[in-house]
């Protein structure tokens, strides 16, 4: 053994080489025959003039990023989501770019680039609002998931460094879909395709590339992307990610709740909501996400919770569409809603409490419960516990309150939530008139109604505690 050794050309390079050589090849054996390319070496090369690509649907500045990487002589490729979505004759959401320049040699060429990620490192490159991201090719040693081996920095530059950087090969093989390791050359305009992506593209199916099992292990949020892009492009997942899925959905609850949140606004605020929610449930990836929503679901009395959530997302992809704006807090607050109603129930029932005091109460337990699965930040899980209140504080509509609750900085939001309530059969339509009604009032018109609007507090006027205690905080006033 060691006369070999001493044979071999025995420095860092050639070690680093054989190793991810080898780390290559196995990989190889390991993937079933399914997603294998034909034994025949090379990928599938679609010419400019065999697939429907334009220039002239593509960013301009993801054309320029990719100009000048050619022109300073490398490989450079559209690939990810802005090749599929092109392919599919859709509007590409973001244009990603891929290389086989490191990330310093990007930002070389680019003054408005910014380097980001520890362990893999990505160069955005600013143009205004628009930020394109480059990403040097992976190899296979490069971790798996976002970033999930941060930090860990070897002595040894040279040998990170040849594991984590790749080929174009290496770096299609590592990619989550087939559809999503499509390259879009700027060279000769053809499309790369390793991983048989055009034909799943054409069958519209959405299959793993790898084994299913291993690849959700790796990165379990993969199977939140396969069921985001199923809904989104209307795809059929194939059958083996599929059985995969079902097995491996309670993986998701080893994911930082942090990624959870970014994934969890993709799932839900993309334009495909309802989709999205029925084909989570459908593979019993929701219950993970969101289990006392689930659970809430589960005992479904008149169909009221399943409709409402339906509404509130069909609502969402409405205002996408119409581009409104929308924020996380209200969808949040709506998945919510119904594991915090059950909880108020049950708090006044069995301490006593006021319905105000009995909502703030739910709120706080439930936003607790939910943010250690999907952490939606505190400023929208604040706003979130503001529109719950206001649900209560809408009741009162006599005397001055209803006025000054228009003055409230979540009126909008909480009214909106109003109305959906009624639309599902969970309040009265009537209600939701009245406040519809008294936004456009004129002054006097609104003291009229205000006069005549049946007495609130109906509870508690004949608690005094109760009413008391909700004194001390004006009506009007933010709830937290
Ligand atoms: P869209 O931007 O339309 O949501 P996308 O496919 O571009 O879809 P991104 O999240 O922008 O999705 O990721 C860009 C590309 O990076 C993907 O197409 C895929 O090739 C690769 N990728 C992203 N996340 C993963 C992951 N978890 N595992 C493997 N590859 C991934
Ligand atoms: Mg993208």
């Not at 080489?17 to 780390?23: A, G, H, I, N």
């Not at 090969?169 to 305009?189: G, H, S």
């Not at 097995?247 to 606004?265: I, N, Q």
């Not at 449930?281 to 409402?308: C, D, M, Q």
């Amino acid at each position: 053994m060691e006369g070999g050794c001493t044979a071999v050309p025995w420095n860092a390079w050639y070690y680093t080489r054989m190793l991810s050589w080898l780390k290559q090849s196995l990989n190889r054996f390991g993937r079933p025959a399914v997603t294998e390319p034909s034994p025949a070496p090379g990928p599938l090369v679609i010419p400019r003039d065999r697939h429907t690509i334009s220039r002239a649907n593509i960013s301009g500045n993801a054309l320029k990023v990719l100009h000048r990487l050619s022109k300073a002589g490398y490989e450079a490729y559209l690939v990810g989501g802005g090749v599929r979505d092109l392919l599919l004759g859709r509007e590409p959401k973001d244009f990603d770019i891929a290389t086989d320049a490191d990330p310093e040699e990007v930002r070389h060429l680019f003054r408005n680039c910014r380097l980001i990620g520890r362990r893999f490192r990505l160069a955005h490159v600013h143009f205004g609002p628009e930020i394109i991201e480059v990403a040097t090719f992976r190899g296979s040693g490069a971790g798996d998931g976002e970033e999930a081996a941060g930090g860990d920095t070897s002595e040894n530059g040279m040998l990170l460094r040849d594991n984590i950087y790749g080929t174009l090969e290496e770096d299609a093989w590592r990619r989550d879909f087939t559809v999503n390791a499509l390259y879009y050359d700027i060279r000769d305009f053809s499309v790369v395709d390793h991983t048989g992506g055009m034909a799943d593209l054409e069958a519209g199916r959405l299959s793993i590339i790898g084994e299913p099992g291993q690849r959700f292990r790796e990165d379990p949020v993969r199977m939140l992307r396969a069921v985001r892009f199923a809904a989104k492009l209307g795809f059929r997942i194939d059958e083996a990610s599929e059985a995969a899925i079902h097995e491996l959905g309670h993986l998701l609850r080893e994911v930082p709740s942090a990624r959870l949140f970014d994934e969890s606004l993709k799932l839900f605020l993309a334009g495909y909501a309802v989709e999205t929610f029925e084909l989570l449930r459908h593979y019993r990836l929701f219950e993970h996400l969101f289990p006392e929503t689930e659970e809430a679901l589960s005992h479904e009395e008149g169909n009221f919770p399943l409709v409402f959530v339906a509404r509130a997302l069909e609502n969402t992809d409405r205002r996408i569409d119409e581009g409104k704006p929308v924020t996380p807090a209200f969808l949040f607050a709506a998945l919510l809603w119904e594991p915090v109603r059950r909880e108020a129930a049950m708090l006044r029932e069995a301490e006593g409490m006021t319905p105000i005091q009995a909502l703030q109460l739910a709120g706080d337990r439930i936003v607790a419960r939910q943010v250690s699965r999907v952490a939606f930040p505190r400023r929208f899980s604040l706003q979130a516990r503001e529109i719950w209140a206001l649900q209560e504080r809408l009741q009162q509509r006599s005397g001055k309150r209803p006025s000054r609750l228009l003055e409230h900085p979540r009126f909008r939001a909480g009214y909106d939530f109003l109305e959906l309530r009624a639309g599902a059969g969970e309040e009265s339509q009537e209600l939701a008139t009245w406040w519809r009604e008294f936004q456009s009032a004129d002054e006097n018109a609104r003291k009229s109604m205000a006069a005549g609007a049946p007495s609130d507090g109906r509870r508690r006027r004949s608690r005094r505690g109760g009413g008391r205690r909700r004194s001390k905080r004006p009506a009007g006033s933010p709830a937290e």
